[in-house]
Each structure stands twice: as structure tokens, then as C-alpha cells.
């Protein structure tokens, strides 16, 4: 089965840049989305179909999916944007999800 | 508003059966693709399957943990989105959320969730 990889961990001082990651085999030749998950809350879309943005999604958030790896970007990052991120892929009409990072800002 | 509430979370036994619902508002949910995603407590989040629009061919897809034991259904006449689920496991404890999908082939992403409801599996 198709698996996507991300790195459990990502700590990044405020108003510096994070890079979060995720691999997959090929991951290039299909599209990623990433969704921004706070505690106890429910997941919200922050890039979809590899670089978009949906409405209300701050500039700073970007995203860049290439060979067998997907960057999700945040310039500039806030405190508030601290929490889990995960990556997600099809692979055919399997929808799978990359195991999530946690994104530390201090 | 344009909202997803999903029903029906509970405590049951292993091997039991339980099914949950998605009332959905707000938007077209005859054209909607939906999607059940679960989150086990302190975990990551994975599929659980969907089901197509009936014009696109209300067909269903499932993942391997839970292929043949749980079954998605939709009724477009009451905008409800249904999971059930049998021969229950321990290991299906978790937050279910029902999602809309969006997209185009190969590329769907999940634009709007529900706030979840808990399924506990245990004896």
C-alpha cells in the first residue's frame, strides 16, 4: 500500500521560516494537500492540489511537490501557527494521509 | 451555514455494530462527494472511505482495516451521510469526522469537516 512519510517534529522560532515535509514514491506524479489540525479541534485545509490556497488562508502558507517529496512552507511564522500538520495524497482512489508534524514555534 | 454535524458516536463491545450519521446544510449535497476520516485518540488521521455522488455514481471505496466491516450510505433526500459499522474492533476507537470532498480526479481534497463524534470500542 502506498505510504506517505512526514517528520514527527519541526520546531521553528517566530517570524523564521518552517518546512515541513512529506515523501511518498513518485509523490510528484500525484497531487498533495495539507490540513492544519489544532488540540481539540477539527482539521481545516491550508493548501490543496499541491500549491493553492484556499480563501482565508494567510499568504504565508505555501506549498511545492516535486519528485518523491511535498513541502508545505510558512514564512514568517506565528505563534498561532503551532499545531499538527498532516500531508495527503491519492493513490488511485485510495485516500492516504501522511502519519502528521508537529510544528513548534518558541 | 454550511456545516457538517455528525451522530451517533458511543461506547460499544468488540464485535458489536454501531452507525453513524452526518446531517449535512449549506450546500449542494446532491453533487457532493463524502467522506468519513477517523483520528484515534492521541493518533494521526486516516481514511475510512467515501461515496460518490449518485450522478457520478454513488459508488463506494474503502480502505483494507476496514473493508467489508464498515459500509458508507447516503440518502440525498435528507442531505444524510451514513457509516455503518460492524464487527467492531478495539483498534476502531476514534474520532470520526464526515467531510466533503472537492476536486477533480486524482486530486480531491476534504474543504469542509464535521467537529467529529467518538466511537469507543470496549468491553
Known amino acids: 500500500s502506498y505510504e506517505l512519510t512526514q517528520p514527527p517534529s519541526v520546531s521553528v522560532s517566530p517570524g523564521q521560516t518552517a518546512r515541513i515535509t512529506c515523501s511518498g514514491d513518485?509523490?510528484?506524479?500525484?497531487?498533495t494537500c495539507w490540513y492544519k489540525q489544532k488540540p481539540g479541534q477539527s482539521p481545516v485545509l491550508v493548501i490543496y492540489q499541491d500549491t493553492k490556497r484556499p480563501s482565508g488562508i494567510p499568504e504565508r502558507f505555501s506549498g511545492f511537490n516535486s519528485g518523491n517529496t511535498a513541502t508545505l512552507t510558512i514564512s514568517g511564522t506565528q505563534t498561532m501557527d503551532e499545531a499538527d500538520y498532516y500531508c495527503q495524497a491519492w493513490d488511485s482512489t485510495t485516500a492516504v494521509f501522511g502519519g502528521g508534524t508537529k510544528l513548534t514555534v518558541l | 451555514e454550511v456545516q457538517l454535524v455528525e451522530s451517533g458516536g458511543n461506547l460499544v463491545k468488540p464485535g458489536g455494530s454501531l452507525r453513524l450519521s452526518c446531517a449535512a446544510s449549506?450546500?449542494?449535497?446532491?453533487?457532493?462527494?463524502m467522506n468519513w476520516v477517523r483520528q484515534a485518540p492521541g493518533k494521526g488521521l486516516e481514511w475510512v472511505g467515501h461515496i460518490k455522488s449518485e450522478t457520478d455514481g454513488g459508488t463506494t471505496d474503502y480502505p483494507a482495516p476496514v473493508k467489508g466491516r464498515f459500509t458508507i450510505s447516503r440518502d440525498d433526500s435528507t442531505n444524510t451521510v451514513y457509516l455503518q459499522m460492524n464487527s467492531l474492533k478495539t483498534e476502531d476507537t476514534a474520532v470520526y469526522y464526515c467531510t466533503k470532498l472537492r476536486g477533480i480526479a486524482g486530486a480531491w481534497y476534504v474543504d469542509l469537516w464535521g467537529r467529529g463524534t467518538l466511537v469507543t470500542v470496549s468491553s
Open positions: 513518485k509523490l510528484g506524479d500525484k497531487y
Open positions: 449549506g450546500f449542494t449535497f446532491t453533487n457532493a462527494w
